[in-house]
């Protein structure tokens, strides 16, 4: 136990860069000289169930969303270097928009058409959070953060993948929204570029 009171340092989360290149938790307390350091949440480890390494749910660092929640799920909120800690339950909804359109996204940094542990809107078995399951869905955007997944994994879903403009969504779409995806994709590439 940490007496915040007492305790003069940081705590702070971190996913260690590119997430697909599994370490160990002592392995990343050693490179950023830690006292101590505790795996803090839950990842995919099968190919199966999408890109190994990434988290299966909400993950935010430096203020940036890394990966979103699996529906309404508890997490635990770092502030003022882990002066202030606090646990919530929390949802996200990111929205990407080209011009006067939108599109919601449904995932950040995982493989097009898996969700693991489920809690995304037309999920299928379920739309609700499902510790440990991994989900379909048909028709599916997902934000690539190059820092965290460099390049776009392979999936299911019939898609179109796109490595510009870095940090822009790079298409993914499956079924009936796969079009869409695609005009998305050179309209957000035209909008970021001119």
Same mark, same amino acid.
């Given at each position: ?13 971190? @996913?260690? $860069?590119?997430?697909? +290149? +599994? ?11 830690? /006292? ?22 909400? !993950? ?10 699996? !529906? *309404? ?5 770092? !502030?003022?270097?882990?002066? @202030? ?10 929205? *990407? ?8 996204? &449904? ?20 739309? /609700?959070?499902? &510790?440990?399951?991994? #989900?379909?869905?048909?028709?599916? /955007? ?7 997944? =460099?390049? #776009?994994? =392979? ?19 499956? $079924? *009936? $929204?796969?079009?869409? *995806? ?8 035209? +909008?970021?570029?001119?």
């Amino acid at each position: 136990m940490i007496d915040p009171r007492l305790f003069k340092g940081t705590v702070e989360g971190t @996913h260690d $860069g590119d997430v697909t +290149r +599994r370490r160990t938790t002592s392995s990343v307390a050693a490179r950023l000289n830690s /006292l101590v350091a505790v795996n803090g949440g839950f990842f995919v480890t099968s190919d199966a169930d999408g890109v190994q390494g990434t988290m299966s749910g909400l !993950g935010a660092y430096d203020g940036r969303l890394g990966s979103m929640a699996a !529906g *309404a799920r508890a997490a635990l909120i770092l !502030g003022d270097g882990g002066s @202030h800690i606090r646990v919530a339950d929390l949802t996200t909804t990111v929205t *990407a928009r080209a011009g006067n359109s939108s599109y919601r996204i &449904q995932g950040i940094n995982r493989v097009p058409g898996l969700v693991r542990d489920c809690g995304r809107p037309g999920a299928v078995p379920s739309a /609700l959070p499902w &510790q440990d399951v991994t #989900c379909r869905l048909t028709d599916d /955007l997902v934000r690539f953060t190059p820092s965290s997944v =460099p390049t #776009c994994p =392979p999936g299911p879903a019939r898609r179109r993948c796109s490595t510009r403009p870095a940090g822009w969504c790079r298409s993914v779409r499956a $079924g *009936a $929204g796969y079009r869409r *995806a695609e005009a998305f994709s050179r309209a957000s590439a035209a +909008r970021a570029t001119g």
